[in-house]
T-cell receptor
Framework: KAGVTQTPRYLIKTRGQQVTLSCSPI?????VSWYQQTPGQGLQFLFE???????NKGNFPGRFSGRQFSNSRSEMNVSTLELGDSALYLC???????????????FGPGTRLTVL | SQKIEQNSEALNIQEGKTATLTCNYT??????LQWYRQDPGRGPVFLLL?????KEKRKERLKVTFDTTLKQSLFHITASQPADSATYLC?????????????FGQGTTLQVKP
């Protein structure tokens, strides 16, 4: 089975621009979560989608949004980019059969976003 | 507020020794706690999950303990090898089923010297 894929792998943008990141989960996985990872803050939860609905959300401003399609693929959008948005954005999928903390997260390689 | 603390300093040990990594949490009672390994430039990889009613879990050279009274999990790697060098993240599950989420610690970087 193919793993979680994320595109693009690297991205350079300037302040004020917007960006869309894409995530394809493992086949059969219905839950997709997004995380932001920075050296200072570590791995922080952005949001989770399950069956095209946002099921949970972290403490990020409204500039960060996402969606999930019927095939479970997910996109994350960041509008009006700021320098502090430079980070590694990770997507993770899970079967979500139990819907609780027993679900293993399978992470993609991440998208490295640099904001200049 | 909810807080997770892992060894802030990098852990350097000699090959063959046992590495012990600590994860302390405050202000909540997770029903599950997961451990992940992350190599530079890559996404985290799941290692072990332990439930609140389990004191200990083992998988090959790995062992995790979960003390809900102390609010602490310990992660052990026995007979460590240079290939075990990586950052290890603990992640308690916070919230109720279907609406909860994993909260990741900052991670502990382990360096195993040959």
């Amino acid at each position: 089975k193919a793993g979680v894929t994320q595109t693009p792998r690297y991205l350079i943008k300037t302040r004020g621009q917007q960006v869309t990141l894409s995530c394809s989960p493992i086949s059969g996985h219905r839950s997709v979560s997004w995380y932001q990872q920075t050296p200072g803050q570590g791995l922080q939860f952005l949001f989770e989608y399950f069956s095209e609905t946002q099921r949970n959300k972290g403490n990020f401003p409204g500039r960060f949004s996402g969606r999930q399609f019927s095939n479970s693929r997910s996109e994350m959008n960041v509008s009006t980019l700021e320098l502090g948005d430079s980070a590694l954005y990770l997507c993770a999928s899970s079967l979500a059969t139990s819907g609780n903390g027993a679900d293993t997260q399978y992470f993609g390689p991440g998208t490295r976003l640099t904001v200049l | 507020s909810q807080k997770i603390e892992q060894n802030s300093e990098a852990l350097n040990i000699q090959e063959g020794k046992t590495a012990t990594l600590t994860c302390n949490y405050t202000n909540y009672s997770p029903a599950y706690l997961q451990w992940y390994r992350q190599d530079p430039g890559r996404g985290p990889v799941f290692l072990l999950l332990i439930r609140e009613n389990e004191k200990e879990k083992r998988k090959e050279r790995l062992k995790v303990t979960f003390d809900t009274t102390l609010k602490q999990s310990l992660f052990h790697i026995t007979a460590s090898q240079p290939a075990d060098s990586a950052t290890y993240l603990c992640a308690p599950f916070v919230g109720s089923s279907n609406t909860g989420k994993l909260i990741f610690g900052q991670g502990t970087t382990l360096q195993v010297k040959p």
